[in-house]
Nanobody, 117 residues
C-alpha cells in the first residue's frame, strides 16, 4: 500500500524560504519519477515540479522556475522541495506523487504553505 506523507509547511513571509519533505513507503522509490503538486483554495491541483529517478531530469512549472528546487534522497525514500523567494500566490496545500507524465497514487494529506506578512 502506497503511503505518502508531506511535511515542512507553515506560515512564511513573502520573500522567505521553506523546505518541504515527502517520505514514501510501499513503492520502489528509487525507480519512481517523483513530483510536487499544489492546490490553492478554490482552484484545481496543479503541477509544480518533478524529478527523474536518478535526478538527471527535472521539470518546473513556469510560475516557480528559478525560485523552487526539487531534489531527492533515494536512500531515505524522500523527495524535497526547497522554496525560496516565496510569494503570496504560492499559498496552497502541497502534495507529492508520481511525476506529471505518470499515473497517480493515492494522495497524502499534504502540507499547508501560507505566504503572508
Amino acid at each position: 500500500q502506497v503511503q505518502l506523507v508531506e511535511s515542512g509547511g507553515g506560515l512564511v513571509q513573502p520573500g522567505g524560504s521553506l523546505r518541504l519533505s515527502c517520505s514514501a513507503s510501499g513503492i520502489i522509490f528509487r525507480t519512481s519519477v517523483m513530483g510536487w503538486y499544489r492546490q490553492a483554495p478554490g482552484k484545481e491541483r496543479e503541477f509544480v515540479a518533478d524529478i527523474s529517478s536518478g535526478s538527471s531530469r527535472i521539470n518546473y512549472a513556469e510560475s516557480v522556475k528559478g525560485r523552487f528546487t526539487i531534489s531527492r534522497d533515494n536512500a531515505k525514500d524522500t523527495v524535497y522541495l526547497q522554496m525560496n523567494n516565496v510569494k503570496p500566490e504560492d499559498t496552497a496545500v502541497y502534495y507529492c506523487n508520481q511525476g506529471r507524465s505518470y499515473g497517480r497514487w493515492s494522495w497524502g494529506p499534504g502540507t499547508q504553505v501560507t505566504v503572508s506578512s
